[in-house]
């Protein structure tokens, strides 16, 4: 494993290439695929892939890929702990925002 001046070995990288096209597979197929492809066990695969998820580096080489895998463990986690499946205005008052202007005179609502 050499290092790029990126601050990731080549398999950090490998995976982070990897993992957008392995999201919409079924589990068969993304097994297969990463032994086929990867040289690696599906296991492994993950174990690389989530630890990369908190390095600088990963969000600097993937921000899409780091930004979304964060967003789905974040939700994992909340649904685990017993809070809400996805953020709803009823449980994130946050999001509600009252009737603004746009530069046009016309009301703007979000939904």
Do not use: C, K
């Not at 990369?52 to 967003?71: F, H, K, S």
């Amino acid at each position: 494993m050499s290092t790029e001046p990126t601050g990731l070995s080549d398999t950090v990288r490998r995976v982070l290439d990897h993992a957008p096209h392995l999201e919409g597979l079924r589990p068969g197929p993304r097994e297969r695929f990463i032994r086929e492809e990867l040289g690696m066990s599906p296991v492994r695969f993950f174990q690389i892939l989530n630890a990369a998820i908190d390095t600088p580096a990963a969000q600097a080489y993937a921000p899409v890929l780091i930004n979304r895998r964060r967003r789905v463990r974040a939700h994992r986690r909340s649904v685990r702990l017993g809070g809400p499946a996805w953020p709803t205005p009823e449980n994130n008052p946050s999001s509600l925002t009252t009737p603004e202007q746009d530069d046009h005179g016309t009301e703007d609502r979000l939904l």
